[in-house]
């Protein structure tokens, strides 16, 4: 267990290639290890960001699971931490059978975190070493009482092939379904109250009733037709949902039962 995160993709390079960053990756962790992975090709999604529904050719990647973190000490130097994590991933966009997903993490001094592993080169298929950077946003605190909160919401119904997983952290929320045939991948953001943090206010993204909720948040991201929760999760302001609580979803005679899976607040 630790603290949740809500990490930003700086940069990516197959080795010895050079860094780039194509897409807006974030990674939503909670403090069980829960993980929602959503890529999103930068280009193709401002293309489409007034869209309701975006296309197929704006992910690059998405996943989730929980991961699985082993320390290894620090660096030689003393300064650099190093530890290997793997992710174990429950729902893939690109496989019902993914392959391993693990690397070696090493904290920077300015606290982000380089990590290198092993993967799939997409054009030559040969195992190839592979350098992501990755660095924290801020866990925004909402309500009276200035709380920041983690909600974590999961569906599996083996019989009808169904999985989902659905992530709020501070000001972002992302979620994953897949069904047999079917996938959906949606992202929310709370709206930035000023741009001096740099962030994009999100309220230009999306203005149908859909795509919002009445507290300030925006979908700013969404692909398939499933019902994912959420707008409910995002836009739920008093009280706590309930370890176990059940919330259930009805679309084209589908009933969806997310269950809560971990609720935290610090």
Same mark, same amino acid.
């Given at each position: 267990?630790?603290?949740?995160?809500?990490?930003?993709?700086?940069?990516?390079?197959? /080795?010895?290639?050079?860094?780039? +960053?194509?897409?807006?990756? /974030?990674?939503?962790? %909670?403090?069980?290890?829960?993980?929602?992975?959503?890529?999103?090709?930068?280009?193709?999604?401002?293309?489409?960001? %007034?869209?309701?529904?975006?296309?197929?050719?704006?992910?690059?990647?998405?996943? &989730?699971? #929980?991961?699985?973190?082993?320390?290894?000490?620090?660096?030689?130097?003393?300064? /650099?931490?190093?530890?290997?994590?793997?992710?174990?991933?429950?729902?893939? %966009?690109?496989?019902?059978?993914?392959?391993?997903?693990?690397?070696?993490?090493?904290?920077?001094?300015?606290?982000?975190?380089?990590?290198?592993?092993?993967?799939?080169?997409?054009?030559?298929?040969?195992?190839?070493?592979?350098?992501? @950077?990755?660095?924290?946003?801020?866990?925004?605190?909402?309500?009276?009482?200035?709380?920041?909160?983690?909600?974590?919401?999961?569906?599996?119904?083996? +019989?009808?092939?169904?999985?989902?997983? &659905?992530?709020?952290?501070?000001?972002?929320?992302?979620?994953?379904?897949?069904?047999?045939?079917?996938?959906? /991948?949606?992202?929310?953001?709370?709206?930035?109250?000023?741009?001096?943090?740099?962030?994009?206010?999100?309220?230009?993204?999306?203005?149908?009733?859909?795509?919002?909720?009445?507290?300030?948040?925006? #979908?700013?991201? #969404?692909?398939?037709?499933?019902?994912?929760?959420?707008?409910?999760?995002?836009?739920?302001?008093?009280?706590?949902?309930?370890?176990?609580?059940?919330?259930?979803?009805?679309?084209?005679? @589908? +009933?969806?039962?997310?269950?809560? @899976?971990?609720?935290?607040?610090?």
């Amino acid at each position: 267990m630790g603290i949740p995160t809500i990490t930003e993709r700086k940069h990516f390079c197959l /080795i010895p290639g050079e860094p780039e +960053e194509p897409t807006s990756t /974030i990674v939503l962790t %909670s403090k069980d290890s829960y993980f929602v992975d959503v890529r999103i090709l930068k280009d193709k999604w401002e293309e489409e960001k %007034s869209e309701d529904i975006n296309s197929r050719e704006c992910i690059d990647w998405a996943f &989730a699971g #929980r991961s699985r973190t082993t320390p290894h000490g620090a660096g030689k130097d003393g300064t /650099i931490q190093l530890s290997h994590t793997v992710w174990d991933h429950w729902i893939d %966009s690109k496989s019902d059978n993914p392959g391993p997903d693990e690397g070696d993490m090493l904290v920077q001094e300015d606290g982000d975190v380089v990590e290198r592993g092993m993967q799939k080169h997409p054009l030559t298929g040969q195992d190839t070493e592979y350098e992501e @950077l990755w660095h924290d946003l801020e866990v925004e605190a909402f309500g009276k009482k200035q709380n920041r909160s983690t909600l974590v919401m999961r569906i599996e119904d083996t +019989e009808r092939k169904i999985r989902g997983v &659905a992530i709020k952290i501070g000001g972002y929320c992302q979620g994953i379904l897949k069904t047999e045939g079917s996938l959906t /991948i949606e992202r929310w953001e709370c709206k930035a109250d000023t741009s001096d943090d740099g962030r994009e206010d999100v309220s230009a993204w999306h203005h149908s009733q859909e795509g919002r909720t009445r507290n300030g948040w925006f #979908r700013t991201f #969404r692909f398939g037709e499933g019902n994912l929760p959420c707008i409910t999760m995002c836009g739920h302001t008093s009280g706590k949902f309930g370890l176990n609580a059940t919330r259930t979803d009805s679309k084209d005679e @589908l +009933e969806l039962d997310w269950k809560v @899976l971990e609720e935290y607040y610090w």
